[in-house]
């Protein structure tokens, strides 16, 4: 699966110039500080999707359970000041093709044709330190937006990032709102005080984070910690959830896995493994090693049970074409295989299909067929 990743760095340069000696003193100039001027940058992109999937009214691939949508993305963010940002991000869509006889819901879900405000922020930067109101995209490893279909997944929220220590990064985020991805406006509220705090480290050889998430909504709390080594030839990971569960009936949960990745003849390779015993919380998306493109290996664990999961993949590029070709294996006779193939025609316009099996708890068995294309302007 793929995601979007908020990634907020403020820079702040300075530079000082002395003058002396044994001649007589020059009254110090003063120079008044620079101000941008207001800007404001405009981009986008026009989107094509089409799904199709069987087993639930034909048992036919290319038959009823398909989807075809159209959408329209208009970025625009305005610089006010050197610190202070507007940003927005508006998605307008329309479903061409009539769900009478489909079990598939029209795209963003919300009838034939809409538009949303998906993101629409604040960002103001003072030295080291960036904070954002409003509508956003998160990135942390438990609560992060689902990048698929016509738009990412999105939050309403506070979020504090600073850059003062060399190689670290300190996040603080209050959530209010998720809107789930396809799930059209803004209408699930995460009732109560929902925040994380993390503290994340980077020097291109070793990495690692540590978080700390309160849910209120869901009423649990979690710890998150993961661990990397770059060697050179190949790279290790590491990761650790606990989950404390306040609700009457959903018990605690532990995960954790490793995960191991190298490159050999042009090819990327991978092989993780997650181990989940109980029920382990997460909103929107997470970050756990056996994802895949349809379903999260967090909500495949039977209740009261524990379960081992594996995935292998590999990637390349031959004559242009991205291609990746995964298998998850997620114990219980459940399972998803993924082929992913993704071209850039120009620089403003690519197209990819996806393949996934898939048979999951919450998805079931099928087959699943996904045909995109993006111009951007």
């Not at 949508?69 to 869509?93: I, P, Q, R």
């Not at 295989?337 to 708890?361: E, F, M, P, R, S």
């Amino acid at each position: 699966m793929k995601f979007t990743k908020l990634s907020l760095i403020a820079t702040l340069a300075i530079s000082s110039a002395f003058a002396g000696g044994d001649i007589a003193p020059v009254e110090p100039v003063v120079e008044a500080p620079v101000v941008e001027a207001a800007s404001t940058t405009i981009s986008g992109k026009l989107t094509g999707y089409y799904i199709t999937f069987d087993g639930i009214n034909d048992n036919s691939l290319f038959g009823d359970d398909s989807q075809l949508a159209f959408g329209a993305t208009l970025d625009v963010s305005h610089k006010f000041n050197d610190w202070l940002t507007a940003n927005f991000s508006a998605l307008g869509y329309i479903n061409t093709m009539n769900d009478d006889t489909s079990s598939l819901s029209f795209f963003e879900n919300d009838g034939k044709a809409g538009a949303i405000f998906n993101v629409a922020n604040l960002t103001a930067t003072f030295g080291d330190t960036t904070a954002v109101l409003g509508r956003q995209l998160l990135g942390t490893p438990m609560i992060q937006g689902y990048d698929w279909l016509l738009a990412p997944g999105s939050f309403e929220a506070l979020t504090v990032v600073n850059n003062s220590i060399e190689n670290v990064t300190l996040v603080g985020a209050y959530v209010t709102k998720h809107r789930a991805n396809n799930s059209g406006e803004f209408g699930s509220t995460l009732d109560g005080d929902n925040y994380t705090i993390g503290a994340s480290y980077d020097d291109k050889t070793i990495s690692g984070s540590v978080w700390y998430y309160d849910v209120e909504v869901a009423d649990y709390t979690q710890v998150y910690a993961d661990l990397g080594y770059d060697f050179g030839s190949f790279k290790l990971a590491a990761q650790y959830v606990d989950t404390s569960n306040d609700t009457v009936g959903i018990e605690d949960g532990t995960a954790y896995g490793i995960m191991a990745s190298t490159s050999v003849v042009g090819f990327d390779l991978s092989a993780a493994y997650n181990n989940l015993d109980g029920t382990t919380g997460y909103v929107g998306w997470n970050g756990l090693y056996t994802n895949q493109w349809n379903s999260t290996v967090a909500d495949q664990v039977p209740v009261g049970e524990s379960i081992d999961a594996f995935k292998v993949a590999a990637s390349t590029t031959v004559m242009g074409v991205a291609a990746e070709v995964s298998y998850a294996d997620y114990d219980n006779d459940l399972d998803e295989l993924n082929v992913i193939l993704g071209y850039d025609i120009t620089d403003k316009i690519d197209a990819g299909v996806v393949y996934a099996d898939t048979d999951t708890v919450l998805i079931g068995d099928n087959s699943q067929v996904e045909i995109y294309a993006n111009y951007k302007f």
